[in-house]
Structure formats: structure tokens, C-alpha cells
């Protein structure tokens, strides 16, 4: 044993393993006067009263009357996030209900019950861990224990800190004491995660919401305390320490704390943004003058300076969205959590605040996806800068209403923006088939224009023989029997390799099985005949065969649809294919018993047994269904367009941005019959279908049909 400020010294001994030191230097360690550990400001400053809790005035105000009018709950649950003094007034609760002047709402500080528990040694008021005592055993003897009276206190208070942490036994080990509690017991239960507490214990006890504390209110006290502390420090740098915070007491002062510790007593701005990460805010104020006056390279210049000297992608990202959300709160006439440059609210509107939020969000799920961060923000700057100089929504929105209430002329030209140029005509654009789009005449099936060469025929010479269907039964044959027709105008290539001529090709009949060629086809190239070009013929007989095929043959139906109806007696019907629909021909090869199925549905169909073949045509072969149906489509397609390009103020748009109509969606309305009302067609604003709409208009394709 040593006396005090004395030194102590460890020499050679025996080690507690039994060995000996090997000599060398002595450590010593020095028992001075100043062996007193340092207390963060944190617990230095934690409040002792009601009155010093920091943006709780509600809840403390609440227990206070509560002490005053002696109507004190046996059980309370304090709720919120991290700092914010859940257990700070529990312990003020605590002292206020064991005071010996008290009950009081102002608790002395001074007598033997508030110093033990300001220290935390009291014996009646017991703290414990829910994270380290959470099971069933710890909530047995807790209920054992509070059946005895107070030792010296007025009341035994139990404090227990992150309660969401005990088990679900334990909770139901603790339902009925926490009901029916002895007289003398009071408590008191603190939870970071209220959603984790069952709502069995909710109910027994009297919650109390923590919010979160407010910049301006975290930046007042953090002056404060640096009066007291006697430290120099701007109001910028602590309103960043309040920020950073994120509405927790204690993470600013632990903040204060090492900025202190980094700076001494006076704290330099800068320094302080390079050790907590931080952009000074007027670098943020920079980028986004430069972003509001399109001065993208400006943007891209300070950004670069940034990351040039150490800073970081996502802290810059994060910067920008904090004050975006400041622009925009301060834009809505709404508090906001920091202070602003006057003119920075003004320089944007609400939209284009979205457009730049927009942008920002879809950054960060980029961010982490990728190993070029620095490449994803100079986009996003470039891309913020120029979508400001769109046109908002409202002023075309505005336009149009005016055009639709009948006002002469056009809008007038806002100053700054360069007056009105003449339309430039543009030469008609020909949808493309694939899509199905309607043509720009009106009523009129689409023509290929006259310059476009012819489509490539076969040569007349090579095709003598025409196509045709063997007869396989006399009229009065009741046999239903589907035959493929030999393919004519083409040549395959035998086994051997050697080609085989149409002639020496002969027939397959669909009953014997799958059908199919064999070996390799030579299929010369040909230029894909045009819809319009190929003779119409009525394909009713083929559309009925269809229709009795049921869901379960689909693939059947639609290689159908590829074909057309050459020959319909009572006897058969002749089925051929285009050349341009080959693939589907084979396909049918290859699909099952497609005698049964087909000698079935005509069956149904006509009412009595008929024989079906099908076969290849040739280049001139007659419109398939699916043909038909397509320019029914654009027929109705073309008539939409005219109608909707007849009425007034869309004519006046189309002229006002030089734009040409593409598509027309109807909405169906009761009433709303375009042969009854020309004018009247009402483009939607919301969901859009793909599906001409049936407008009832028979005698407007009429003439299209005689055509």
C-alpha cells in the first residue's frame, strides 16, 4: 500500500503464471492530484429539473401539474429516438417523487435523496439495462423485490432503459405487477423503438412522446453551452453541429465535444467541416446559382474543386439534397431547418425544385451500384442545369386553356424569349407497319408512293404451273379429310443434296401424322410483299373454322389467322399461305392431329362434313386474315386522326409546335357518338389503351370499305 502522490513501482516478481520478469526497464505508474477523470460535456450538463430539459416543455410540464395536483401515474412509457432525455426525466421524476421537501415538481438537488440519485447510487431508485437483464429470472426477482417498502425513500422507482429488449416472457411476467403495483412503487419505462412493446404493456402504462429537438433550438443551446465552457465559436459551424445532430441533445454536445478537443477554445470553421465531413454551406449556395443560371460548367467547376481536395461524392450528394429540401420548405412559406441566402429561394420555382430532387434521388441508387461516382455527379450537374430551362407544365397548360375558350390569336410572347418562327413543313412521315399505326390520310387505305420501286415478283417463265389442290374425294364424299398441297415456286434440297423439282414433289396428306419437309430448304430471298399490294378475298369460312377452335388449340388459331380462303364450295375449302407466311405453313406441319382438330371445328362450324387442304401459294396469293384485320386497324386509326385533326384548337397546336398527330385514344362517355358529334372527341388525360375503341361510326368506313 502506498500513500498518496507517492510512486509506485513494479519490480522484478513473481508473475501470475508462475515465471519470473526478465528484468529490463521498471513501468510505474504516478498517483497524482490530478487523477480525476474528464466528464464529457454530456454528462456535465445533463439537466437536474424539469424547467432544464431541453424542447420537452410539453411532457415536462405534464408531470409537473401531475406532482402538483397529486395525480401520479403508478406506471410511465417514454418513447422516442436517441438524446432527446427519456432517461434525464426519469431521474427528475425520480427525484421529484423522493424529494424530502417533495413531492415537488422542483426538486432541491440538495438533500441526501437527490445527490444519490444525481449520482446514481441510491438505493430505492433502481436502473436497469432491458438489453442485459431481458429475461424471465431477472423479471422474477424484480417482482419479489418490489413488494418490500422503500429502505429510506418516499417511493421505490424502477427505470427500466430500452424496455423493447425483454422477452416476450418476460413482458408477460411483468403484465400483472406492472397493473396492480404496491402503493409505494412507481415505473418508469424508456424505449428507443415504441413498435417493439406489446400493447398489453402500452395499455397499463401513461405514454409520453419525446420529439426530436428542432436546429434553431440545438443551435441556441450549443451557444450556450459554449458560454459556459468559455469557448469562441461561429454561429455557423454550431449550426452544422445542430444539423449533424439530427435533432439529439446529446450527439450535439458529444460533437462540441470533439470539435473542442480538435480546435481548443477557439473553433476554426473550416477546420471544423474537414474533421466532420461537412461542405461549407457556401460552396452548396454556389452550385446552385450556377445550376438555377444553366452555368453547368460553373457547377461542374466548383464540384471538381471539391473532390479535387479530398471531399467525397456521397457526402456532396447528401448535401444537396438537404438543401433542396431547404429551398423547397423555404419556397412553401415553411419553417426550415436552416438559414438561407435571400435570393436562393427565388432563383427557383416548385417544379423545377422537384425536377432537381428527382435527379438526386435517382442518383443515390446509382451510387451504390457503381465504381465511378465522381463520372454519375458531373452528369447529374449537367443534367440539373439543363432541365431547368424546360417549359413548365402549367404554362402550356395555360396556353391550351386559352386556345379552348375561343380566344383569337396566340398567347403573346413573353419577354426575353425569341419571338415565333414560321412553321417548317416536314414531309409526311409513313408509320410503321409493325406498330400498326394510322396513316395521316384521312379514310384512305396507306399506298406505297409512287417513286418506290415495285416489289420484286417472280419471274412468269419459271412459274408455268400454277399452285394447285388435288381433288382426294369426289362431291359426294362424306370423308373429312384435311391435304397439304405440294409447295410450288420453291426448291428443296434432298438428302443427297441434289434439288428436287415442284413436280416430282408430291402431296402429303395431314391424316398420316405431323406433316413436315425433309432436309434443308433453299428458300430464295424475296422482298416482303406489301399488305396493300396482295388481292382481298373473303376469309367469313376461315374466321368461323377459327372461332370453333377452343383456347386450348391457341397456337392453332393464330397460325390460322397467317392463312386465306382460295376456294369455298360445299364440298371443301381451300386454305393457302403466302410465301411471306411459309413459317407459320410449317409450323401446322408439325402441330399435332391437326386432321382431327380441323375436321371437328368445320363440323361445327358449316354443319356438315367438308374437306379442308391447305397448301403454299404464290407471290400473288390472296389478303390472310391477320392482313385484314390490320388494315381494318389503320382504317380506324386514320379515321380518328381526321377527326381529331379537324377540330379547331387542335389544328392551332398542331400549328403552334409544328407537331403531327401519331395516335388517337377515344374515351368511351355516355353519348359520345363521333357520327352524331364530329367535333366532339375527347382526348384522355390518364390511362390510355392500345385497342381502338368501337365508336359505333359504321357509315364513315363505308367508303373506305368500297375502296
Given at each position: 500500500m502506498c500513500r498518496r502522490g507517492a510512486w509506485l513501482e513494479l519490480g522484478p516478481s513473481r508473475?501470475?503464471?508462475?515465471?519470473?520478469?526478465?528484468?529490463?526497464?521498471?513501468?510505474?505508474?504516478?498517483?497524482?492530484?490530478?487523477?480525476?477523470?474528464y466528464q464529457v460535456l454530456a454528462r456535465k450538463w445533463?439537466?437536474?429539473?424539469?424547467?432544464?430539459?431541453?424542447?420537452?416543455?410539453?411532457?415536462?410540464?405534464?408531470?409537473?401539474?401531475?406532482?402538483?395536483?397529486?395525480?401520479?401515474?403508478?406506471?410511465?412509457?417514454?418513447?422516442?429516438?436517441?438524446?432527446i432525455g427519456k432517461t434525464t426525466t426519469a431521474r427528475i421524476l425520480a427525484k421529484a417523487l423522493n424529494c424530502e421537501s417533495g413531492p415537488t415538481d422542483t426538486p432541491c438537488n440538495t438533500c441526501r435523496h437527490c445527490r444519490e440519485i444525481t449520482q446514481g447510487n441510491a438505493m430505492d431508485v433502481v436502473e436497469i439495462?432491458?438489453?442485459?437483464?431481458?429475461?424471465?429470472?431477472?423479471?422474477?426477482?424484480?417482482?419479489?423485490?418490489?413488494?418490500?417498502?422503500?429502505?429510506?425513500?418516499?417511493?421505490?422507482?424502477?427505470?427500466?432503459?430500452?424496455?423493447?429488449?425483454?422477452?416476450?416472457?418476460?413482458?408477460?411476467?411483468?403484465?400483472?405487477t406492472l397493473e396492480e403495483p404496491p402503493p409505494h412503487a412507481k415505473f418508469i419505462l424508456a424505449t428507443t423503438e415504441a413498435h417493439k412493446v406489446p400493447v398489453t404493456i402500452v395499455s397499463r402504462c401513461q405514454r409520453y412522446d419525446f420529439r426530436r429537438i428542432d436546429v434553431a433550438t440545438l443551435t441556441e443551446f450549443l451557444r450556450d453551452m459554449c458560454r459556459r465552457e468559455d469557448i469562441q465559436a461561429e454561429d455557423s459551424t454550431l449550426e452544422v453541429l445542430a444539423r449533424m445532430a439530427d435533432g439529439g441533445l446529446r450527439d450535439s454536445l458529444s460533437l462540441l465535444d470533439q470539435v473542442i478537443s480538435f480546435s481548443g477554445r477557439e473553433i476554426d470553421h473550416e477546420k471544423t467541416m474537414q474533421l466532420l465531413g461537412r461542405i461549407d454551406p457556401g460552396l452548396m449556395f454556389d452550385v446552385f446559382r450556377y445550376i438555377a443560371g444553366g452555368n453547368g460548367a460553373g457547377a461542374l467547376e466548383r464540384f471538381g474543386a471539391y473532390v479535387d481536395g479530398g471531399g467525397s461524392e456521397t457526402v456532396f450528394h447528401r448535401e444537396m439534397l438537404d438543401l433542396t429540401r431547404d429551398i423547397l420548405?423555404?419556397?412553401?412559406?415553411?419553417?426550415?431547418?436552416?438559414?438561407?441566402?435571400?435570393?436562393?429561394?427565388?432563383?427557383?420555382?416548385?417544379?423545377?425544385?422537384?425536377?432537381?430532387?428527382?435527379?438526386?434521388?435517382?442518383?443515390?441508387?446509382?451510387?451504390?451500384?457503381?465504381?465511378?461516382?465522381?463520372l454519375l455527379m458531373d452528369v447529374a450537374l449537367v443534367k440539373m442545369s439543363r432541365s431547368?430551362?424546360?417549359?413548365?407544365?402549367?404554362?402550356?397548360?395555360?396556353?391550351?386553356?386559352?386556345?379552348?375558350?375561343?380566344?383569337?390569336?396566340?398567347?403573346?410572347?413573353?419577354?426575353?424569349?425569341?419571338?415565333?418562327?414560321?412553321?417548317?413543313?416536314?414531309?409526311?412521315?409513313r408509320p410503321s407497319p409493325a406498330r400498326g399505326s394510322a396513316p395521316r390520310s384521312a379514310g384512305d387505305i396507306p399506298r406505297p408512293p409512287a417513286n418506290r420501286p415495285e416489289p420484286?415478283?417472280?419471274?412468269?417463265?419459271?412459274?408455268?404451273?400454277?399452285?394447285?389442290?388435288?381433288?382426294t374425294g369426289s362431291a359426294g364424299n362424306t370423308s373429312q379429310k384435311v391435304t397439304r398441297t405440294p409447295d410450288k415456286g420453291f426448291r428443296r434440297k434432298a438428302s443427297g443434296g441434289a434439288p428436287v423439282t415442284p413436280g416430282n414433289d408430291s402431296g402429303r396428306e395431314s391424316g398420316n401424322g405431323v406433316g413436315g419437309t425433309t432436309g434443308n430448304q433453299d428458300i430464295p430471298l424475296r422482298k416482303a410483299v406489301q399488305i396493300e399490294d396482295k388481292p382481298d378475298t373473303d376469309n367469313s369460312a376461315l374466321r368461323a373454322l377459327i372461332a370453333q377452335l377452343d383456347e386450348t388449340h391457341a397456337p392453332l388459331r393464330g397460325m390460322l389467322t397467317y392463312a386465306a380462303v382460295k376456294r369455298d364450295t360445299d364440298e371443301e375449302l381451300v386454305l393457302v399461305f403466302h410465301p411471306d407466311y411459309r413459317f407459320h405453313m410449317e409450323l401446322m406441319d408439325q402441330y399435332g392431329d391437326v386432321t382431327g382438330l380441323l375436321a371437328g371445328a368445320a363440323a361445327k362450324a358449316f354443319g356438315s362434313p367438308r374437306k379442308i387442304s391447305y397448301g403454299m401459294g404464290d407471290?400473288?396469293?390472296?389478303?390472310?386474315?391477320?392482313?385484314?384485320?390490320?388494315?381494318?386497324?389503320?382504317?380506324?386509326?386514320?379515321?380518328?386522326?381526321?377527326?381529331?385533326?379537324?377540330?379547331p384548337e387542335v389544328a392551332r397546336v398542331m400549328k403552334m409546335f409544328r407537331g403531327e398527330i401519331r395516335e388517337v385514344v377515344l374515351r368511351e362517355s355516355?353519348?359520345?357518338?363521333?357520327?352524331?358529334?364530329?367535333?366532339?372527341?375527347?382526348?384522355?388525360?390518364g390511362n390510355a389503351v392500345d385497342e381502338p375503341v368501337d365508336t359505333g361510326d359504321d357509315d364513315i368506313l363505308e367508303d373506305d370499305d368500297a375502296e
Open positions: 508473475a501470475a503464471t508462475g515465471r519470473h520478469s526478465t528484468g529490463g526497464a521498471r513501468p510505474f505508474f504516478h498517483k497524482g492530484r490530478n487523477n480525476v477523470s445533463r439537466p437536474q429539473t424539469f424547467e432544464e430539459v431541453v424542447g420537452q416543455s410539453g411532457i415536462t410540464q405534464t408531470l409537473a401539474n401531475a406532482i402538483r395536483l397529486n395525480r401520479i401515474g403508478h406506471a410511465f412509457l417514454f418513447c422516442g429516438s436517441r438524446g439495462d432491458g438489453a442485459s437483464n431481458r429475461g424471465i429470472d431477472e423479471i422474477r426477482e424484480l417482482r419479489e423485490n418490489v413488494k418490500y417498502t422503500p429502505a429510506t425513500a418516499r417511493f421505490k422507482v424502477i427505470i427500466i432503459d430500452e424496455v423493447h429488449m425483454l422477452t416476450r416472457e418476460a413482458f408477460n411476467a411483468l403484465l400483472k420548405t423555404a419556397k412553401m412559406n415553411a419553417p426550415s431547418r436552416s438559414s438561407l441566402p435571400e435570393d436562393l429561394p427565388e432563383l427557383f420555382s416548385v417544379d423545377q425544385l422537384e425536377r432537381i430532387f428527382n435527379v438526386l434521388l435517382d442518383l443515390e441508387q446509382s451510387f451504390r451500384q457503381t465504381e465511378f461516382p465522381r431547368l430551362s424546360l417549359v413548365p407544365l402549367e404554362d402550356i397548360l395555360a396556353q391550351l386553356k386559352r386556345m379552348g375558350s375561343g380566344s383569337a390569336g396566340y398567347p403573346a410572347a413573353t419577354p426575353g424569349r425569341e419571338p415565333e418562327r414560321a412553321p417548317v413543313p416536314r414531309p409526311p412521315v420484286s415478283r417472280p419471274d412468269p417463265a419459271a412459274q408455268k404451273k400454277k399452285p394447285v389442290v388435288p381433288d407471290r400473288n396469293a390472296p389478303r390472310a386474315v391477320i392482313d385484314q384485320d390490320i388494315l381494318e386497324k389503320r382504317r380506324r386509326e386514320a379515321r380518328k386522326i381526321e377527326l381529331a385533326g379537324s377540330r355516355p353519348g359520345g357518338d363521333l357520327k352524331k358529334a364530329p367535333g366532339s372527341l375527347d382526348l384522355p388525360s
